[in-house]
């Protein structure tokens, strides 16, 4: 052995890489894709998105994304540089319930796109050294706000937020805007000071994606129209078309996309109990006859929802709240003059293994406490008929609580005005 090793002592020489002769590596890369990259980038360069560098102290590898239109989008995987040291940017990215809340009177929509989102945003000297990106054609520093920054979304949205600040009728998610008003005429006037307001800031929107003087569109994944909110039929087919999960991964999958349109299905976390037992660490995995059958009603119910109104500040509301052993529900509604009820949004929530053991009036209760905490944006300083299924209730949340232990529960009340408790049908 000793012979060998001495014969070989080329092999352990560590003091530099090695190089395997007779032999190369090559990547195989799709036709097509090269020209399609190489453009990519000179477009880059051209239109001062980007620019050319000798060194940088921050080098990010590329993420190079495929678009619908057949074009691409190149990110940094910034997650391996500068992302580890940038300071959170406190700012909210708007809830798509937030944004609905305000359509009441719409019926006449316009769907505005930027071109390039990010990219029309300025950045600052001293963030470009920061966001030098590593390719093949050498280094690069943006000029403009990066894709995969960690905190580029909250610093566009701000952006967005504050160039249309002051105009009604309007909502912005990122670079998705949303115009509505009663009448073409409103329409028009409310449309011509988002343009303008726009243009004023430089912004630039891509003609082929805005959609003008619609009936109806889709936004934030939901068809929306003087009605209200509708789910889209893409999104529904998905869910419906959905075979049965073979395993918690897949299940997880299913889950996250009909949650997605929780807000339509009645005491859906109730519904959804034996699949989530599914969920539990201790649990094996056992795709029963309850567990089809489950999976089944979920998409049966989904199919036969209906729509949900928007919310108006100037018609009655009502919050029905219920609980069953495994799960709170609320649903928030308008009541028509007529009597009818329009439902803005259904809610539901899984108890914790403590709250399972609560008596059922106080599970009554902190289906009340959920309700209240989750259409908080709707109830608050409003007047409110409130429904349960509880009786007793009645008497803890009218104007003397006779029961302190569940004092808390009516605390979580005071911000909402209830002119009416009355027991359900």
Same mark, same amino acid.
């Given at each position: ?232 039929? %893409? !999104?529904?087919? =998905?869910?419906? $078309? *959905? ?9 997880? /999958?299913?889950? +996250? ?47 036969? %929802? !209906?729509?949900? =109104?928007?919310? $108006? *500040? ?9 609980? /069953?052993?495994? +799960? ?48 908080? !944006? ?19 949340? +009218? ?27």
């Amino acid at each position: 052995m000793a012979n060998m090793l001495e014969t070989h002592t080329e092999l352990f020489k560590v003091l530099s890489y090695g190089e395997i002769q007779d032999f190369t590596a090559k990547v195989r890369v799709q036709e097509g894709t090269k020209p399609i990259f190489h453009n990519h980038v000179d477009c880059l360069q051209k239109n001062k998105i980007i620019t050319k560098v000798a060194r940088s102290d921050w080098a990010a590898p590329i993420v190079v994304v495929p678009k619908k239109d057949k074009t691409v989008r190149m990110c940094g995987n910034y997650k391996v540089t500068v992302n580890r040291c940038i300071l959170p940017e406190e700012y909210p990215l708007p809830k798509a319930e937030d944004l609905f809340a305000t359509l009441a009177g719409g019926k006449v929509f316009n769907k505005l796109d930027l071109a390039f989102a990010y990219q029309q945003l300025k950045l600052d000297p001293e963030s470009e050294q920061c966001l030098t990106i590593n390719t093949h054609k050498g280094l690069f520093r943006f000029n403009r706000l990066a894709y995969g920054i960690s905190t580029a979304p909250a610093i566009f949205q701000h952006t967005m937020d504050q160039i249309l600040d002051g105009i009604d009728n309007v909502v912005c998610f990122m670079d998705d805007i949303l115009v509505s008003a009663p009448t073409i005429g409103e329409h028009l006037v409310v449309l011509d000071k988002v343009m303008s307001r726009l243009e004023k800031y430089g912004v630039k929107m891509k003609h082929s994606k805005c959609e003008f003087l619609q009936d109806s569109v889709e936004y934030l994944g939901y068809k929306i129209d003087a009605q209200g909110l509708h789910p889209t039929n %893409s !999104k529904v087919e =998905a869910i419906v $078309n *959905t075979p049965a999960p073979t395993n918690i991964s897949e299940l997880r /999958s299913f889950l +996250g996309l009909l949650n997605y349109y929780g807000k339509f299905v009645a005491n859906l976390s109730t519904l959804l109990h034996p699949l989530h037992q599914l969920l539990q660490a201790d649990k094996k995995w056992n795709w029963s006859p309850q567990c089809e059958e489950t999976f089944k009603t979920c998409k049966q119910r989904l199919l036969k %929802s !209906k729509w949900l =109104a928007h919310y $108006n *500040t100037e018609m009655k509301l009502r919050l029905a709240c219920d609980a /069953s052993p495994y +799960g709170v529900g609320a649903v928030i509604s308008h009541v028509l003059p007529s009597g009818e009820e329009h439902p803005i949004a259904f809610a539901s929530q899984t108890l914790s293994p403590c709250e399972k053991n609560y008596a059922q009036i106080e599970k009554e209760a902190l289906s009340i406490i959920f309700g209240v905490k989750k259409f908080h !944006k709707y109830l608050y300083r409003r007047k409110l008929q409130l429904l349960t299924d509880h009786k007793l209730l009645l008497a803890i949340l +009218g104007p003397k609580s006779a029961i302190p232990t569940l004092a808390a529960f009516r605390n979580a009340t005071l911000g909402s005005d209830i002119v009416s408790l009355q027991l359900r049908d």
